[in-house]
């Protein structure tokens, strides 16, 4: 349990560290801030598909457990890995319906409670 | 009316614990012509070739997917193999077979369906989980000993990626898995069964490349019930199945009217670390004590370098470790008496999203080395 929560730690750490540093870039490249984090978030999101698509992920989510699972990285890792399993089952029926078997839940709550918060955010703070 | 009270008198006697016909006691079959094991063969993938078994395996393969377009491709290609393998052994044409008894963990035992297309075998399909080689062999034994078949294949087949993309998690997802997880063994087993009564001849149409009675025979088989006992963690199938192993070892036991020590192994088909330890218990509280004879096939596929968690899993389990080491250690009479017991534990993807328990079940089928039957006088 221990080692978990310590190799947890040292991965997410590592990956949002790197995230700061392209943010960093971007910024210092003359992005503003909303610009520089969708640009940072595409990068990560890119090398966290790539990574799977290797066969890299899968072997670093069993080192890092959640470290590798929680950042962003992770959720384009929950997408990538059922579109390449369901491959052989087509486009449509496999790829296409099957991609979201992971990250579905993630969209799916994460949208329900972000309509949530701003109705809170409405009925204390007024429109 | 007589046949009707005859009936009753024998379903009585098997109660009593006597024996009448082929049942002995309550849930055990004496098979009485002893049907022949005459070949048995086994594939298995990389990380198998790797194991403890690595070079009695007939045939390792380099790649789990066998150059095929899927993983179920591949597993329906092992089972075909390991067929093919084990009828070759024993000196026979695929044709000769009379009876395909075959399962794996697919939904809808697919690999089995399409390994049987191929091989043109009446063809049984059954799914008994990781219990499936025991539960095949029973059957096929059951038809062979009476005359139903003259040749039967008892065969099965696993592959870990395809246990994964079905029950668990896509292969390329990260995922950490607890330690009570075992890994599903990428691999397919046969065992071919002939007549016990026919002096060795298989009377197949190839020629068969051994000594003519030095073959080990089935004796009995108990096959089990459903055990229930509330296990919930699809990733500890450990703990659902041993109930199961203990049920089924239990009974046997007390159907022969004999102590463990009846048998030189007892041996589980994939209860690995968690698990064995458990059905070793239940066992102990009955007063039985296996622990001189009691062993686990899933302990026996992968070095624990290999990083399997709790051990391997799978119907490949027990047929590997029959297929490719126990057989021959029966057949060279380093075993005198063999005990094995597949187990199996009845889960889908459905039944544990709903909050289903995972029952469990074990068959256990009894067998002999060559000549020993001679020897102990029967």
């Known amino acids: 349990m221990l080692r978990n929560v310590v190799t947890a730690f040292i991965a997410g750490g590592a990956i949002t560290g790197l995230g700061q540093m392209i943010l960093t870039f971007f910024r210092v490249r003359g992005l503003d801030l909303r610009e520089a984090t969708g640009a940072t978030a595409a990068v990560i999101i890119l090398a966290g598909a790539l990574l799977t698509g290797l066969g890299v992920y899968d072997r670093l989510g069993r080192w890092a457990g959640m470290g590798a699972s929680l950042p962003i990285s992770g959720f384009a890792n929950s997408i990538v890995a059922p579109a390449m399993e369901y491959k052989r089952e087509g486009m449509v029926l496999g790829v296409g319906a099957r991609m979201f078997t992971v990250a579905g839940p993630v969209i799916v709550y994460g949208l329900v409670i972000s309509v949530l918060a701003a109705a809170v955010r409405y009925a204390l703070r007024g429109p | ?378």
């Open chain 2, 1 to 378: 009316m007589q046949e009707g009270t005859q009936a009753t008198t024998t379903l009585a006697a098997g109660r009593a614990g006597t024996r009448t016909g082929p049942r002995i006691g309550q849930r055990t079959i004496a098979f009485s012509s002893r049907p022949r094991i005459a070949a048995t063969a086994a594939v298995g993938g990389p990380m198998e070739g790797d194991g403890p078994l690595g070079r009695l395996l007939d045939v390792v393969y380099q790649d789990s997917l066998l150059g095929e377009k899927s993983w179920e491709l591949a597993e329906t290609r092992m089972l075909c193999e390991a067929v093919e393998l084990a009828a070759d052994k024993a000196g026979l044409a695929v044709g000769d077979v009379d009876m395909l008894v075959a399962g794996d963990l697919l939904n809808e035992i697919i690999a089995s369906s399409f390994a049987a297309r191929h091989l043109d075998i009446p063809f049984l399909g059954i799914f008994g989980a990781c219990s499936a080689l025991t539960e095949a062999i029973g059957i096929a034994a059951m038809a062979v000993d009476g005359g139903y078949a003259r040749r039967a294949i008892a065969a099965v087949c696993s592959h870990h990626d395809t246990a994964e993309r079905q029950y668990r998690y896509p292969t390329e997802l990260a995922v950490q898995r607890p330690p009570t997880a075992q890994w599903t063994v990428t691999g397919a087993g046969a065992v071919v069964i002939t007549a016990g009564d026919n002096d060795g001849d298989t009377g197949g149409s190839g020629e068969y490349r051994g000594d003519d009675d030095a073959r080990p025979r089935i004796t009995h088989a108990t096959f089990g019930r459903v055990v229930d006992m509330g296990i919930k963690n699809p990733f500890d199938l450990g703990s659902a199945m041993a109930p199961a192993a203990a049920d089924t070892i239990r009974r046997h036991l007390a159907d022969l009217q004999v102590g463990p020590d009846h048998y030189d192994l007892i041996l589980t088909g994939d209860l690995s670390r968690v698990g064995l330890p458990i059905a070793m218990e239940l066992l102990a509280e009955d007063g039985l004590d296996v622990s001189g004879v009691m062993d686990d096939c899933g302990l026996r596929v992968y070095h624990p370098e290999q990083e399997v968690g709790a051990g391997a899993s799978g119907c490949a389990s027990s047929a590997l470790v029959f297929a490719a080491q126990v057989f021959r250690d029966l057949q060279e009479g380093r075993i005198g008496r063999l005990l094995l017991v597949s187990t199996g534990a009845l889960l889908s993807k459905t039944s544990a999203h709903q909050g289903e328990n995972i029952p469990g079940i074990a068959h256990a089928i009894a067998m002999e080395a060559p000549g020993a039957g001679k020897e102990r006088g029967r």
